[in-house]
């Protein structure tokens, strides 16, 4: 059965591939060292176009994601939906396939059929990597489609069995790149759950440091955090003021993908 537990489960990655401006200098690392002492992020920019990601990420990749983290800064008194229900997939892994892609003009834009220009920059396939995501996390059934706004990438809807909606929008974003080479991405965004007995809004912050290997095995790891923050319409808004009111730790690996690409319909 699909419940809202699941599905609040399924939100905390559901971006965390798919979108990011730049960052103070070193902030966002910082922020990821300093977990879980987290406040709201300032030096974000409000999102504009797609997030370019580099080159050695291009391809089709096995993902396995594990959480090995978890903390509700304001327990007792604040807790979110499902919280206590995660610590079970503590240490639990989670595999799915996401692809990189060259950036392609929208076709709505444009009279001709766009070409692809090599030179293009590279950016998630969003439907796919949050299809298969979403089907890694809540069943191959329970999972009917995933569009993506070709106007914007930052405006996304799954929809789920029962006639529900799983609306994302990506309201600011920023990236950074280190010394050691790790390339970091936060984002700000949106989630509206519709089709319940009340639809419920949430407002998610999701920082990811990714970090290229010398191994084909994982070839990528990435550290990630997603933090949940109170939507002004929630009665306990103003008491929790900027503060999370649950964080979420990942590892992620990347393994060259050596299955079909394309998610079953």
């Given amino acids: 059965m699909l419940t809202i537990k699941a599905i609040w489960s399924f939100c905390l990655l559901f971006l965390f591939l798919l979108?990011?401006?730049?960052?103070?200098?070193r902030e966002l690392s910082e922020r990821l060292a300093n977990f879980p002492q987290w406040e709201k992020l300032t030096s974000v920019q409000p999102a504009s176009g797609d997030l370019v990601y580099p080159e050695w990420m291009a391809g089709t990749w096995q993902v396995t994601s594990t959480l090995v983290d978890l903390a509700a800064p304001l327990a007792p008194d604040i807790v979110t939906p499902g919280f206590e229900g995660n610590r079970r997939q503590l240490n639990q892994p989670v595999s799915f396939v996401v692809r990189f892609v060259k950036e392609q003009p929208s076709i709505t834009k444009l009279k001709i059929l766009p070409q692809i220009d090599k030179?293009?920059?590279?950016?998630?396939?969003r439907a796919f990597n949050s299809l298969n995501l979403a089907r890694a996390y809540l069943g191959d059934e329970a999972v009917l489609l995933v569009k993506v706004d070709p106007d914007s990438p930052n405006r996304q809807?799954?929809?789920?069995?029962?006639?529900?909606?799983?609306?994302?929008?990506v309201t600011a974003r920023a990236t950074e790149t280190t010394p050691?080479?790790?390339f970091i991405t936060t984002e700000v965004f949106q989630q509206l759950f519709k089709g319940g007995s009340r639809p419920y809004l949430n407002s998610v912050e999701s920082t990811t440091?990714?970090?290229?290997?010398?191994?084909?095995?994982?070839a990528i790891e990435a550290d990630q955090v997603t933090a949940v923050y109170l939507s002004p319409q929630d009665?306990?808004?103003?008491?929790?003021?900027?503060?999370?009111?649950?964080?979420y730790r990942y590892r992620l690996e990347f393994i060259p993908a050596q299955m079909p690409t394309t998610p079953k319909e």
């Avoid at 979108?19 to 200098?25: E, R």
């Avoid at 030179?119 to 396939?125: E, I, W, Y």
């Avoid at 809807?157 to 929008?169: A, D, E, G, P």
């Avoid at 009665?235 to 964080?247: E, I, N, Q, T």
């Fill in 235 to 247: 009665p306990d808004y103003f008491k929790a003021g900027s503060r999370p009111v649950a964080l």
């Fill in 19 to 25: 979108w990011g401006g730049d960052a103070l200098a």
């Fill in 209 to 218: 440091a990714y970090h290229k290997l010398s191994t084909a095995n994982p």
């Fill in 157 to 169: 809807i799954t929809f789920l069995r029962s006639s529900r909606q799983l609306v994302s929008i």
């Fill in 180 to 182: 050691d080479d790790k």
């Fill in 119 to 125: 030179k293009s920059p590279l950016v998630a396939d």
